[in-house]
């Protein structure tokens, strides 16, 4: 049960509290003064996600608090224990929303994720938005209805999980099918393409060493020319050589050092550089002789490198990358070869992932149709009580069509094997019809309410919101509506945003939602209403700000009547 509820900096909210106890809470106001904010507010609760469109302008961040009762051997206190984060008998969850995206979830003090928050709402709370009228007119929408109250949700998620498995691997069955029936062009192309790229004999060495070689042999005599003239200046000329100059030196300064031994040193050092010259004229002697260059090697160094050019182009840009491209092609080639046998394992795994999803739709099928006729039957019963009294429902089935796995059991989609629409017979002898077709705007608004509040019950969620479930009825209907919901807050907690005086009469607390403008600022306020109030808030919903005490008469008339009806019930 909600016990309370904080909002902060939230739309046109500026701060906002909000104790509420068990029963029947009523909530009233001029249209736009913001009552839908607050059930947006209560959304985020419940897990939805967040924008900072949100934020009150001026703000940095949005808040929404509140504190709940929960039964602490129920499924909410044991998901809490799991998670480490339980409290006893009360639950306290608090939303920031942040302009930067710093956005937090807090339950019971401790950060938590919006998954959590999101698997915990349906056992806190049931929303039922003002726009869920408009879902009735979906069929889809009934299915959803019709597995809330078999409590079959959680079934048909794995249903949906397993389809979408079958979805999968017949994709990836068509992918292969389809590269298969390709397979011997593809084999001839990557045979080509290995053939080419190994006969060609890639190194990543090989074009720098060649365009080292292309350089040495454009400029042949010139190397010719200064090796040997290096050659003779330094051992080879007929006089005045390096070597023949260099060994008189030696000679000079050795007789000195036997003269004088502070020479020695010099002496020494020259007849190492004039080893190192000898040395030095041995390479450069073995360098010229290995000189020869052959007329037609720079044609071919040419025709070389042109060639690696056009392959690695053709192949990724360079060797290694023309490598790499072999690699794959090999790869592939070899996976080619495999082919048949990924095939028939996919299709293995295809046939086992069908059999279980068929497995699981077929018991889900099951528990819809044991259930349909129950649903029906608790919905007449509640329309009854509606004004409805007449109308008679009933739940039909039809393959689902549009995106369906075909199965020897007829066509299977993520919802299951089938689809569910509510048909009704408003009137004797009319027959029966789908609901969308033929459903005015009033009795929309009670099928919604008695759906809502059937399936509601079945999940056992212990705080109901219904949001304008008054749309399209009003006078004795509305008092009927406004008693059924006084006695559906008998076994749970229930929040009423209406527009209508017969229904928020039936209410044990009642608030009124207005705007106002302070500081140049526009501001929801929320006030609670004592008895007097009440009928003068009453008066207003009946005849407007001017009723005068003729609708305030009229506004006593209606509360002591609901009094009495909750007191029958």
Known sequence: MLTYL???DFALIESLELELGPGLSVMTGETGAGKSIILAAVGLLLGQRASADLIRAGADSAVVEAQFLIDPQGAVAERLAREDLAGGEELLVRRVVSREGRNRVQINGSLATLNLLNDLGPDLL???????QQDLLRPEEHLFLLDAYAGQERQR????????RVQELDRELSDLRGRLARREERRQWLMAVVKELEEAGLDPEEEASLKAERKLLANAEQVGRLSQGALAGLSEAEEGSALEVSAKVRGLLGDLAR???RVEPLAKRWEELYYQAEDLAGELRDYVSRLAFDPGRLDWVEGRLLA???????????????????DEARRELAGLEKGDQRLAQLEKERAAALGRALKLATALSRARKRAAPGLAQAAQAELQDLGLAQCQLKVEFSPPAGGAVETEQGPLSARGLETAEVFMAPNPGEGFRPLRRIASGGELSRMLLALKGLVAQKKGAPTQVFDEVDAGIGGATGAAVGRKLARLALGAQVLVITHLPQIAAFGDRH??????????????????????????????????AGG???????????????????QAS
């Open 308 to 326: 690696l050019q056009r392959l690695t182009r053709k192949y990724g840009g360079d060797a290694p990358a023309a490598l790499e491209a072999l």
């Open 6 to 8: 904080r909002i902060k």
């Open 157 to 164: 998620e794995e249903v949906t999980r397993a389809v979408r």
């Open 548 to 566: 005068g005490e003729t609708a305030l008469n009229h506004a006593r008339e209606l509360l002591a009547s609901a009094a009495d009806l909750k």
């Open 511 to 544: 608030f009124t939602v207005s705007k106002e403008t302070q500081k140049g600022r526009t501001v929801t306020r929320l006030a609670g209403l004592d008895e007097g109030a009440r009928a003068g808030e009453l008066a207003r919903m009946l005849a407007g």
């Open 259 to 261: 003269l004088d031994e």
């Open 126 to 132: 049931a929303l039922c938005g003002q726009h869920s």
